[in-house]
Antibody, heavy 118, light 110 residues
Framework: EVQLVQSGAEVKKSGESLKISCQGSGYSFTTYWIGWVRQLPGKGLEWMGIIYPDDSDVRYSPSFQGQVTISADESISTAYLQWGSLKASDTAMYYC???????????WGQGTLVTVSS | QSALTQPASVSGSPGQSITISCTGSSSDVGGYNYVSWYRQHPDKAPQLVIYDVTKRPSGISDRFSGSKSGNTASLTISGLQAEDEADYYCSSYTDNYSYVFGTGTKVTVL
């Protein structure tokens, strides 16, 4: 069974750093792109970027380029999303997702809620 | 990269059919047959209901169908049921492994 299990909810202060994770299981982790999606409170879905774990090829959406870092450790089948300096506006639910054929998401993680206080 | 445009809300009575539109441009919806649709129930992760414009993943009811004309894709739900009440998002591949979601549509079953 394909599963993406994300790390737990985080409460941080503005200016702090953060790295959240997404561990895949039940499939060959290195051969599927993993995407990260942001959902602001009460708002819609936003693509942040994608990574191909086999060679760590990363493509950022223009809105998120320079704002976050996406990485992966294939040895533990885990993808990461990190911030160097959080802002209150980063408060959101973050989903990781497996991409099938690079054109659609077939599996989603359960989401990680990040709350940043000013 | 602007979000694809969807109606904010669509409603229908049980048994009726509804259609949700998703309008983009020739750089995304119109340029590729890579439109997918996701259903999201409150406080849940989204779920794929249509991919590659018209295809249904296994386990998704045949009451869900997709189509595209020019720069606008559409999701039709026929035989509307209470469980269909949710938010729906379209998504399209754009260029160079870039993607964009729609603004989202709240479906209400009256």
């Amino acid at each position: 069974e394909v599963q993406l299990v994300q790390s737990g909810a985080e409460v941080k202060k503005s200016g702090e750093s953060l790295k959240i994770s997404c561990q895949g299981s039940g499939y060959s982790f290195t051969t599927y792109w993993i995407g990260w999606v942001r959902q602001l409170p009460g708002k819609g879905l936003e693509w942040m970027g994608i990574i191909y774990p086999d060679d760590s090829d990363v493509r950022y959406s223009p809105s998120f380029q320079g704002q976050v870092t996406i990485s992966a450790d294939e040895s533990i089948s885990t993808a990461y999303l990190q911030w160097g300096s959080l802002k209150a506006s980063d408060t959101a639910m973050y989903y990781c997702a497996r991409m099938a054929g690079t054109t659609m998401i077939d599996y989603w993680g359960q989401g990680t809620l990040v709350t940043v206080s000013s | 990269q602007s979000a694809l445009t969807q109606p904010a809300s669509v409603s229908g009575s049980p048994g009726q059919s509804i259609t949700i539109s998703c309008t983009g441009s020739s750089s995304d919806v119109g340029g590729y047959n890579y439109v997918s649709w996701y259903r999201q129930h409150p406080d849940k992760a989204p779920q794929l209901v249509i991919y590659d414009v018209t295809k249904r993943p296994s386990g998704i009811s045949d009451r869900f169908s997709g189509s595209k004309s020019g720069n606008t894709a559409s999701l039709t739900i026929s035989g509307l049921q209470a469980e269909d009440e949710a938010d729906y998002y379209c998504s399209s591949y754009t260029d160079n492994y870039s993607y964009v979601f729609g603004t989202g549509t709240k479906v209400t079953v009256l």
